[in-house]
Nanobody
Framework: QVQLVESGGGLVQPGGSLRLSCVAS????????IGWFRQPPGKEREGVSC????????YYADSVKDRFTISRDMAKNTVYLQMNSLKPEDTDVYYC??????????????????WGKGILVNVSS
């Protein structure tokens, strides 16, 4: 059974940092790419950052470039999203999603096969 479990969210002041974790079970990061997504009000779910299984190459949305960093620990089967210089507009539920390399649609959500339940990030003073 495949499970993706997010952790590390919470309330943080503007300018602060959080590190999200996505622990995968039932799949291997050797075969599955991982993406972090969020869904702003009134908009489609958007890919914030992605990491491919084949070579670890990464993608960042323009809105988070130079502030967020995605990384993975293959031994722990875990992907991290380090979020720095957080802004109120980063407030959202963040989802981790997985897909096999050939089906990996990140940063688009429609091809991602497995999803976590999401975790809230609240950036507020």
């Amino acid at each position: 059974q495949v499970q993706l479990v997010e952790s590390g969210g919470g309330l943080v002041q503007p300018g602060g940092s959080l590190r999200l974790s996505c622990v995968a079970s039932g799949i291997s990061l050797d075969d599955y790419g991982i993406g972090w997504f969020r869904q702003p009000p009134g908009k489609e779910r958007e890919g914030v950052s992605c990491i491919r299984s084949s070579d670890g190459s990464t993608y960042y949305a323009d809105s988070v470039k130079d502030r967020f960093t995605i990384s993975r620990d293959m031994a722990k089967n875990t992907v991290y999203l380090q979020m720095n210089s957080l802004k109120p507009e980063d407030t959202d539920v963040y989802y981790c999603a997985a897909a096999l390399e050939y089906a990996n649609s990140c940063p688009y959500h429609y091809g991602m096969g497995y999803w976590g339940k999401g975790i809230l990030v609240n950036v507020s003073s």
